[in-house]
C-alpha cells in the first residue's frame, strides 16, 4: 500500500490549482458516498485531485487517490484497501475508474456500510458500467455528472477571467446587456470557431494539434472495447457504425431512416434502434425526440447529432456549419436542461422557449409569440429576439 502512497503524493505534486471547472463548487463534498460519471477525457481525475489538494494540504495522510487499474489490485481487494486505510487514519478516499474492477459496486457499498468514518469518492469513464451498477447504490450515492469544457470555461481558461455563468431566463430577458459587458472583456468570435473544433475536451491544452487524434482514440475505446463488454454490441459492425458518426457529421441536422439504414449496414432494425440508444448512452450521440416523456429503447429518434461539435470535427469529413451551430446549441442546453424537437422549429427548451438557430442573416422569427426566439452565429450581440448564439455557451 506504500507504492500507492508514494504514487498518490506524486501525482498530486503535479496536480494544478490554476483552472477548475465550475463543478468544484457545486458538489457537496461533505456527503460520505460521492460519484462522478461522465465521458472520457472532460476532466474527471483533474477534479478530484484538485479538491484533495485543496482540502488536505499539511494533512495528506488522510487522503488518498487510487486508480483502480492500478497491478496493486491484481493482488488486493478494494476492502483490503479500505481496511488499512482507515486504520492508517485515513478519512477521504478517491477511486478512480471504477469500472475497471471487478464487482465494484458491490464492494463501494459494503465500504460505505462497514466503514463509516470513511468519505468515498468514485468515478467512471464508463457511463455504460456506471448506470449497469447504479442500482446497487442509488439509495447511498449522491451522483454528479461531469461534461466537456463548456464556452464560458474555455474562455475562462484562455483568458485566466473569472467570468460568472447564468442563467437561461437572463438570456432570453437581457441577452444585449449581458453580451455587452461580455465583450467589453473578451472578443467571442475570436474564441469560437476554435472552441467548436477543439475546446470541449480539457485535454486539448496537452495535445494542441493532435486533439482530433486523441478524440478518435476515445471514440475508438468506446465502439471497440465498453460497447462490446458491456452491451453486447457486435464488433463487427464498428466500422458501419463509425460511417454511421461521419454522415452524422457532415449532414445537414441527420433525421435518420432507420429501414435505410438497416439494410445500408446490415442489421435488422431493431438492433440498429438499440444501437442508436447505446451511442446516446456512452455520450457519443444525442438523439433528439418531440418529447422527453416516455421515451423507450426502440423508439426511432427524431433527428441526430453527434454529443459535442469537437466530435464532428474528429470523425466528420466535410462538416456541415449548420449542423455545428446546431450541435453546439444542443449541447450546452441539454446539460441543464430539457430539449426537445417541435413542429415548425429546431429546439424546444423546458417545453417554454422555441429555439431557431442560423447564421447571422438568420430572419426573425413571423410571430409575435413572446417564447420564440432566434438564435445566431457570428454576431457578438443581438437586439430583440435574435441573441448570440455563443451566449448559450455561459450556462455551465
Known amino acids: 500500500m506504500q507504492a500507492l502512497y508514494e504514487l498518490y ?37 483533474t477534479l478530484i485531485l484538485q479538491y484533495l489538494k485543496k482540502e488536505f494540504e499539511g494533512r495528506e495522510e488522510q487522503s488518498l487517490y487510487v486508480s483502480l487499474d492500478h497491478i496493486w489490485f491484481a493482488t488486493n481487494s478494494l476492502i483490503d484497501l479500505a481496511d488499512q486505510f482507515s486504520k492508517q487514519g485515513g478519512t477521504h478516499l478517491a477511486l478512480d475508474e471504477v469500472h475497471k474492477y ?146 452524422i457529421a457532415d449532414s445537414v441536422p441527420f433525421i435518420p431512416n432507420v429501414s435505410k439504414l438497416s439494410q445500408k449496414i446490415g442489421i435488422n432494425r431493431t438492433t440498429l434502434l438499440t444501437y442508436l440508444n447505446y451511442l446516446h448512452e456512452s455520450k457519443l450521440t444525442t438523439n433528439l425526440y418531440s418529447s422527453s416523456i416516455g421515451i423507450s429503447l426502440l423508439q426511432k429518434p427524431e433527428k441526430l447529432y453527434l454529443e459535442n461539435p469537437n466530435l464532428a470535427y474528429a470523425l466528420g469529413n466535410k462538416v456541415d456549419k449548420g449542423n455545428l451551430r446546431e450541435t453546439f446549441f444542443l449541447n450546452q442546453l441539454a446539460y441543464e436542461h430539457t430539449v ?28 409575435d409569440a413572446a417564447d420564440y426566439f432566434v438564435a445566431a452565429d457570428e454576431i457578438e450581440i443581438g437586439f430583440g429576439k435574435k441573441i448570440p448564439l455563443w451566449l448559450f455557451g455561459f450556462l455551465y
Open 102 to 247: 471487478p464487482n465494484w459496486s458491490r464492494e463501494i457499498k459494503n465500504i460505505h456500510d462497514f466503514y463509516p468514518e470513511l468519505n468515498l469518492i468514485f468515478t467512471g469513464s464508463s457511463l455504460l458500467e456506471i448506470r449497469n451498477a447504479s442500482a446497487d447504490l442509488s439509495r447511498r450515492a449522491l451522483i454528479y455528472q461531469m461534461t466537456g469544457l463548456s464556452f464560458r470555461e474555455y474562455i475562462n481558461l484562455e483568458n485566466g477571467l473569472k467570468i460568472r455563468k447564468i442563467h437561461l431566463k437572463e438570456i432570453f430577458s437581457d441577452h444585449t446587456a449581458l453580451a455587452t459587458d461580455f465583450t467589453s472583456q473578451f472578443r467571442p468570435m475570436q474564441y469560437f470557431s476554435k472552441y467548436l473544433e477543439m475546446g470541449y475536451y480539457p485535454f486539448y491544452r496537452d495535445f494542441g494539434n493532435l486533439t482530433a487524434h486523441q478524440i478518435r482514440a476515445v471514440v475508438n475505446l468506446i465502439l471497440e472495447v465498453e460497447l462490446p463488454q458491456l452491451r453486447k454490441f457486435d464488433i463487427a459492425y464498428v466500422p458501419k457504425i463509425k460511417q454511421l458518426l461521419s454522415i
Open 340 to 367: 426537445t424537437l417541435p413542429n415548425d422549429s429546431d429546439f424546444t427548451i423546458n417545453q417554454t422557449w422555441t429555439v431557431e438557430v442560423g447564421g447571422k442573416n438568420k430572419d426573425l422569427p413571423d410571430t
Open 9 to 45: 503524493r506524486k501525482i498530486l505534486s503535479k496536480t494544478d490549482l490554476g483552472f477548475q471547472r465550475s463543478l468544484m463548487e457545486e458538489i457537496q463534498w461533505k456527503r460520505p458516498l460521492i460519484g462522478i460519471t461522465g465521458a472520457r477525457g472532460v476532466g474527471k481525475t
